[in-house]
């Protein structure tokens, strides 16, 4: 026979794909920097980006490289004092600040490596020129 606390057990309902996905991005959401209130704090190299993919767009566009539909669902609208981007546009611009962000890295790094590898050859050097490396030939 049920207790009657087991009786007024509430069933543990399993998370949906969905849930998950939402507790996951709240999750990621925590790491980000908080949003800054002043707007003009932002940098100038996001518009230059957003008006760099807007000219991307625009090009494809004029070489037939988007569908009349694919572009409709790039567009932005203005609805009163409301200007907006469409979703696909803003995962689009999304992508590009992704690629951007990895190239500037990419290059930080490879700018830092050549500065790093720059500095051991004058080492090499000073240390060959003092007499204290036999054979260079390596």
Same mark, same amino acid.
Request: aromatic share 10%.
């Given at each position: =026979?049920?207790? +009657?606390?087991?009786?007024?057990?509430? #069933?543990?309902?399993? /998370?949906?794909?969905?849930?998950?996905?939402? %507790?996951?991005?709240?999750?990621? !959401?925590?790491?980000?920097? #908080?949003?800054?209130?002043?707007?003009?704090?932002?940098?100038?190299? &996001?518009?230059?980006?957003? =008006?760099?993919?807007?000219?991307?767009?625009? =090009?494809?566009?004029?070489?037939?490289?988007?569908?009349?539909?694919? /572009? +409709? *669902?790039?567009?932005? &609208?203005?609805?009163?004092? +409301?200007?907006?981007?469409?979703?696909?546009?803003?995962?689009? /611009? =999304?992508?590009? !600040?992704?690629?951007?962000?990895?190239?500037?890295?990419?290059?930080?790094?490879?700018?830092? %490596?050549?500065?790093?590898? *720059?500095?051991?050859?004058?080492?090499?050097? %000073? /240390?060959? *020129?003092?007499?204290?490396?036999?054979?260079?030939?390596?």
């Amino acid at each position: =026979m049920k207790s +009657k606390k087991e009786d007024t057990k509430v #069933p543990v309902k399993e /998370l949906s794909w969905y849930d998950k996905l939402r %507790i996951s991005q709240k999750e990621l !959401a925590k790491t980000l920097t #908080p949003v800054s209130t002043n707007l003009k704090a932002y940098s100038s190299q &996001f518009g230059n980006l957003k =008006m760099a993919v807007l000219d991307r767009i625009e =090009m494809d566009t004029l070489e037939n490289k988007l569908t009349k539909e694919e /572009l +409709k *669902d790039l567009e932005t &609208f203005r609805s009163g004092e +409301k200007f907006g981007f469409k979703e696909n546009l803003v995962n689009l /611009l =999304m992508t590009y !600040a992704y690629e951007a962000g990895k190239n500037s890295n990419k290059n930080s790094f490879n700018a830092r %490596i050549k500065e790093m590898n *720059d500095g051991f050859e004058k080492m090499k050097n %000073i /240390l060959d *020129d003092m007499g204290y490396i036999d054979n260079t030939e390596y």
